[in-house]
């Protein structure tokens, strides 16, 4: 894979989420955290499609990850449902991901030609370096999570932990997003 190539960074604002009436805990856990990711990268790309001209891509992209990216779906319909019930947990998972697709669609308008770079980068990455999973493409590309809330603290032997998986969420530097 060429070095040189420019990959996603997504950052994610889930500002403003209502009390839980579930009462449990209000941060994600590591498949969570996953799937809020394959979410925002899902519709830069779906975006990208349209704006890059990059429909048969995008095509690719879902038939070859189909199945991990329903259950990553799935997934994050529990992570909004497990915080806020399941009425508004639905809701709040339908305005996630218009926020997402709006955000994306505004940094694409921004700086198109980087916007369609990026992407391909990442189609590059998911599709044409022999990836056998969504998590495995995930985990090499470069994330921000910023939530109103943070990772489930995991205990183990007593101590506590925090998931292996949020310490991959940080942001590369001199990543650039798809703005």
């Not at 690719?60 to 259950?71: G, I, N, P, W």
Request: net charge negative; proline share 3%.
């Amino acid at each position: 894979m060429n070095t040189t190539m420019k990959t996603a960074t997504a950052a994610v604002a889930m500002m403003g989420m209502t009390g839980n009436a579930w009462g449990g805990e209000r941060c994600f856990q590591a498949q969570e955290a996953r799937a809020l990711q394959a979410a925002a990268i899902q519709q830069q790309l779906m975006v990208a499609a349209f704006t890059c001209n990059d429909v048969s891509l995008y095509n690719r992209f879902v038939m070859s990850y189909q199945k991990e990216l329903q259950a990553s779906d799935e997934a994050l319909k529990a992570y909004f449902v497990r915080l806020d019930g399941p009425g508004g947990g639905m809701a709040g998972y339908h305005a996630f991901k218009t926020r997402l697709a709006n955000q994306s669609s505004i940094n694409s308008i921004h700086d198109t030609g980087g916007y369609c770079a990026t992407a391909d980068a990442a189609y590059d990455a998911a599709l044409n370096h022999g990836r056998s999973s969504l998590a495995e493409f995930l985990s090499a590309q470069p994330f921000s999570l910023e939530l109103s809330n943070s990772a489930c603290r995991e205990e183990v032997n007593g101590e506590p932990v925090t998931p292996r998986d949020h310490t991959a969420m940080a942001s590369a530097p001199g990543q650039q997003s798809m703005r």
